[in-house]
């Protein structure tokens, strides 16, 4: 297994081709994590846009498909929140997932002056798709943690989102 060679100093961990042996016992300070964070992030990253260039989707998109999946219609103003996004920045990327026909605006039931955005058949077809491209990035991610392992970091993982958005908020 590899990490940053020397987390102590990141810039001469990134001119090293920002790998290196690394020894789980040695102590970890807080640098020592929040690199091996952004490396595991990169990775993630650069895994499953390798898959999604076999799709008709650009980085990100396959997360709006994944949030329509699970919420159903929303707004775009909703949907940016949900993404973690700007408004401008989700209205955007929704028009071009309209363009290329994987969502649809629908009007309000409730509310004529409301617009939500939903999946298309083909969105919802290809929100399936990349489920399993996560799926299988997943796998081979994780492949050497326990079960055990695997329920530790994830909640240790929100736990830090959780702190450093809290941290932004102040």
């Not at 090293?16 to 964070?37: C, K, N, Q, R, T």
């Not at 799709?55 to 997360?63: F, K, M, P, R, S």
């Not at 929704?94 to 363009?99: F, H, K, S």
């Not at 994780?142 to 695997?150: G, H, I, K, N, V």
């Amino acid at each position: 297994m590899t990490t940053p060679s020397d987390t102590a100093d990141p810039a001469g961990a990134a001119d090293a081709g920002g790998h290196g042996e690394w020894s789980p016992d040695a102590p970890a300070d807080e640098a020592d994590v929040l690199i091996a964070l952004r490396f595991a992030e990169r990775a993630t990253r650069k895994a499953i846009a390798e898959e999604l260039a076999g799709t008709v989707l650009h980085t990100g998109q396959e997360l709006v498909l994944a949030k329509l999946l699970h919420h159903g219609s929303l707004p775009v103003a909703r949907l940016a929140k949900v993404l973690d996004v700007e408004v401008p920045t989700a209205t955007k990327t929704t028009q071009r997932m309209e363009a290329a026909g994987l969502v649809r605006r629908v009007k309000s039931t409730t509310d004529a002056r409301q617009v939500g955005i939903e999946l298309t058949d083909r969105g919802v077809e290809l929100a399936h798709t990349v489920q399993e491209i996560y799926d299988r990035a997943g796998r081979r991610a994780l492949a050497q943690l326990t079960p055990e392992d695997r329920r530790l970091l994830r909640n240790l993982l929100w736990t830090i989102t959780g702190t450093l958005e809290d941290l932004t908020h102040l």
